[in-house]
């Protein structure tokens, strides 16, 4: 139990700094979407790491950061339970969806140790388009904003550029760590 909470406490907590940075560092002029969102790379990898546990830290930290960034919260918070819930859903609905189709992109293969990185990107791929017409859509149910499809593209490129990011960052890791174990005075005594 103490696990779960750790996990979906950092899973928040890094959701929450990831969108200060993402506000600190990325200022735009659109308070829709970025284009480049580096949580989205966050939710696609705290996914593969502990699939469906982290997921109450994820819908957390998007809520927290609702609060926190946008003004308008308390007027319409429906609307950002909503996208909330939109973004944090996608990506483990889109797995079981394919993985009931018989197409488990996590699972790993015989000719190779882990999961393939082409695997998490298209399951990241496929959560990203999810995402921009899921929230676009719970938008266009609970405010005056119409069904847009620049929010889409939007979405489409900044969630895409996050989840590169991160997807990038954790293949360089492993590499290293890979290396590392390999090369005898890289080695810690």
């Not at 790491?49 to 819908?59: I, Q």
């Not at 927290?64 to 990506?91: K, Q, R």
Request: some cysteine.
């Amino acid at each position: 139990m103490r696990s779960l909470l750790l996990i979906n406490f950092m899973t928040l907590l890094i959701y929450v700094m990831l969108f200060w940075l993402q506000d600190y560092g990325f200022q735009q002029a659109s308070t829709i979407a970025s284009l480049i969102f580096l949580p989205h790379g966050w939710r696609v990898v705290s996914f593969f790491l502990f699939k469906f546990k982290a997921l109450p830290g994820l819908w957390a930290g998007h809520i927290a950061t609702c609060m926190i960034y946008f003004p308008d919260f308390a007027e319409t918070p429906i609307t950002y339970v909503m996208t909330s819930s939109a973004s944090v859903a996608g990506l483990p609905l889109m797995y079981l969806l394919l993985k009931r189709l018989g197409w488990d992109l996590f699972a790993v293969r015989k000719d190779y140790p882990v999961i393939p990185w082409t695997s998490f990107m298209a399951m990241g791929l496929i959560a990203t388009a999810w995402n921009g017409l899921a929230v676009s859509a719970a938008f266009a149910l609970t405010s005056e904003r119409a069904f847009d499809v620049n929010i889409i593209l939007q979405y489409g490129v900044g969630d895409t550029i996050g989840m590169v990011t991160f997807v990038g960052a954790l293949i360089a890791y492993f590499r290293w760590q890979r290396r590392r174990a390999s090369v005898p005075e890289l080695r810690q005594p």
